[in-house]
């Protein structure tokens, strides 16, 4: 079976209800290696690429809103990536159905997730779906100096006159 990564995400939901120690605990039945961990202040831009395959559908506003934190006032994420044998279904089972209520109850999404009374799955996670969302989930939330193996091809450029903060 080939080696993949995916992208995990830690939702607003699951920062605020103190989940992230739980959902660490439980991610880590998948004996996976973690390449890339950060904390994420997610823009708007951001949650649209993010979601983009989403555009049209009802709970799509809502959706962004609750990406972005704006729900649970607490703008960020933890972002991973999680490589391994299988990588993508291996995690996928653990984290269990979209919807909460459908999940298997000791599924991360299944114990910890639910269904808001505007319709919004607030589930806990997120975890890459295919191999093509992986790699596009995976590019968009980090650089390739942010993980640990070289996932990707990369090539090299001379950036001048960028502007970057350092410490004082
Ligand atoms: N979602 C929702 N209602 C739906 C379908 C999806 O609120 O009927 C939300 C839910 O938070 C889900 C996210 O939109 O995790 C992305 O949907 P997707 O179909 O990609 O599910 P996932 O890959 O996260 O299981
Ligand atoms: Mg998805």
Redesign the pocket.
Known sequence: MAIEQTLILI?PDGLIKSLTGNILSRLSEAKLIIAGAKVVRVTRELAEKH?E??KG?P?FD??IT??MGDIHNTRRVVAFVYQGEDAIKKI?DV?G???PELANPVSI?GAYGR?TTN?????VV????SLE?AEKEIKLWFNPDEVIEDLYPTKEVVLSQVHTRVWA
Do not use: C, M, Q
């Not at 997120?126 to 779906?129: D, E, I, P, V, Y």
């Open positions: 939702k979601y395959h989403l559908k709970f809502e959706l609750y990406i996928r984290v159905d979209t919807n999404r269904i319709g919004v799955f607030e589930n997120h975890a890459s779906s969302d």
